[in-house]
């Protein structure tokens, strides 16, 4: 069962423009987590927002984390050409592991 | 130390034939998992080890699938009869679950498995 879902499915922007993507759990957490995907490859680590955390930067990436709705949004500013690829949130199935439950995704263009 | 290795990275197989792929994780990594992805979709757990033990394993995997980690090292995962539901993207990821220093999965690049 997916326990992330991301918002928007798709979402295409030019270089240099803004991206915000959400996602919305279900269950208490202590931390959700975003990872990238390029296309047919592994996915990578981007960021860990722990629950007593509210916002975390990490270079061009900002996430923030509002457990009261349960929700998490990952912005990434002045996007590049590079950034094109599937960007998910993940989030502990239960409060006392680390097996992670996947969102469906979203995908991002960005455009030269 | 060059992350997660996953082998092969692609395999072909014919519906009814066995295949076994490998996962050498992070070597200071205590845990490793076993995630399936199809077309569109975000990883699927499958099961997951803390050294060798084999703590959980999901619904989804059916008695033809079998994974191990021997000496709590590299882990294999095998499949018996494929099928041609069974082709996806098969990932492996390690970590460190340690109170106060967990930083998440490292993921290798995947072995993608046609069945045809």
């Given amino acids: 069962s997916q326990q992330g879902e991301e918002d928007p499915q798709a979402l295409s922007i030019q270089e240099g423009e803004n991206a915000t993507m959400n996602c919305s759990y279900k269950t208490s957490i202590n931390n959700l987590q975003w990872y990238r995907q390029n296309s047919g490859r592994g996915l990578v680590h981007l960021i860990l927002i722990r629950s007593n955390e509210r916002e975390k930067h990490s270079g061009r990436l900002r996430v923030t984390l509002d457990t009261s709705k349960k929700s998490s949004s990952l912005l990434i500013t002045a996007s590049r050409a590079a950034d094109t690829a599937s960007y998910f949130c993940a989030t502990p199935k239960s409060y006392n592991t680390d097996k992670l439950i996947f969102g469906t995704g979203t995908r991002l263009q960005v455009f030269p | ?116």
């Fill in chain 2, 1 to 116: 130390d060059t992350g997660v290795s996953q082998n092969p990275r692609h395999k072909i197989t014919k519906r009814g034939q066995n295949v076994t792929f490998r996962c050498d994780p992070i070597s200071e990594h205590n845990r490793l998992y076993w995630y399936r992805q199809t077309l569109g979709q975000g990883p699927e757990f499958l099961t997951y080890f803390q050294n060798e033990a084999q703590l959980e394993k999901s619904r989804l995997l059916s008695d033809r699938f079998s994974a191990e980690r021997p000496k709590g090292s590299f882990s294999t995962l095998e499949i018996q009869r494929t099928e041609q539901g069974d082709s996806a993207m098969y990932l492996c990821a390690s970590s460190s679950y340690e109170q106060g220093a967990y930083y998440g999965y490292t993921f290798g690049s995947g072995t993608r498995l046609t069945v045809v």
